[in-house]
């Protein structure tokens, strides 16, 4: 993030403090994969202590909240979808951990298969990438890859390629 970038976000406000992930996404490379790293509490957190009715209720209000939560941070920087504005990620996590069972096999997978669909970005998640804007756009491109995740990570269990 530019110095300039950095005078405008304030880790004290609570928009910009989850927008940047918790502070992961000031990583100076990756702050994707940073902020990816930083859902994997919640992740475990939320999937072994709550029902699944609870988690999917918390998916969709970090998916909802995420929102208004990026659109706020990118137009109080001045950038569209600045690379340091990762709450998108932390949806996308949660998103693909939707009904696994938690093991830490299961959750270095599904960090695996995120990262790998936000990164490569197949159709449609690049055509989502490209053409939607403000926080909408900011966060729809890691729903899908998360839930694009979560499509090859229970195809993978059901399978049984990956004993839990």
């Known amino acids: 993030m530019s110095p300039e970038l950095r005078q405008k976000?304030?880790?004290?406000?609570?928009?910009?403090?989850?927008?940047?992930?918790?502070g992961s996404g000031l990583a100076p490379k990756m702050p994707g994969t940073f902020g990816t790293l930083a859902a994997l509490p919640i992740v475990w957190g939320i999937s072994s202590y709550l029902s699944l009715e609870w988690y999917l209720a918390i998916t969709i209000l970090v998916c909802?909240?995420?929102?208004?939560?990026?659109?706020?941070?990118?137009?109080d920087m001045q950038v569209h979808d600045d690379s340091s504005i990762v709450w998108d990620e932390?949806?996308?996590?949660?998103?693909?951990?939707?009904?696994?069972p938690m093991s830490w096999q299961n959750l270095l997978l599904g960090f695996v298969l995120f990262r790998l669909f936000d990164i490569v970005k197949p159709w449609p998640i690049s055509l989502l990438d490209k053409h939607v804007h403000g926080g909408f756009g900011i966060m729809i491109d890691d729903v899908v890859a998360g839930i694009?995740?979560?499509?090859?990570?229970?195809?993978?269990?059901?399978?049984?390629w990956l004993s839990i």
């Open 148 to 160: 694009f995740a979560l499509g090859c990570l229970h195809l993978v269990l059901y399978l049984g």
């Open 64 to 75: 909802l909240s995420g929102i208004w939560i990026c659109h706020k941070t990118a137009q």
């Open 9 to 22: 976000v304030r880790l004290a406000n609570p928009v910009h403090f989850l927008a940047l992930g918790f």
């Open 90 to 100: 932390v949806a996308g996590m949660l998103i693909t951990m939707i009904a696994v």
